[in-house]
């Protein structure tokens, strides 16, 4: 005889008590799946965060790119305007 566990399920307003059997291989394949189910969602979180903290960090470095150029061209333009004065003198 094959192992198997029994299930007793009783309603709280007195109902019918019900009994339910389930073998061993059973238990076991819905445990596996339970666990691959926690698996695939743990690496979905997991990856979810990962790639939003690239995100954050790819849009970080092109806002400090964006203000480095315009600090640049700012300089550049100080640079002509003073060429310009030096020039009408």
Do not use: W
Not at 3 to 29: A, C, K, N
Not at 58 to 68: C, G, P
Request: hydrophobic share 35%.
């Amino acid at each position: 005889m094959k192992d198997s566990y029994t299930i007793v399920v009783m309603s709280s307003s007195g109902g019918p008590v019900r009994q339910h059997s389930v073998s061993r291989e059973m238990l076991i394949f819905f445990c596996s799946i339970g666990f691959l189910i926690l698996v695939m969602l743990g690496t979905s979180i997991y990856l979810t965060i990962n790639a939003a903290s690239r995100l954050t960090s790819s849009n970080q470095e092109k806002k400090t790119q964006v203000l480095t150029i315009e600090k640049l061209s700012n300089k550049i333009q100080d640079q002509e305007t003073q060429i310009k004065f030096h020039e009408t003198k």
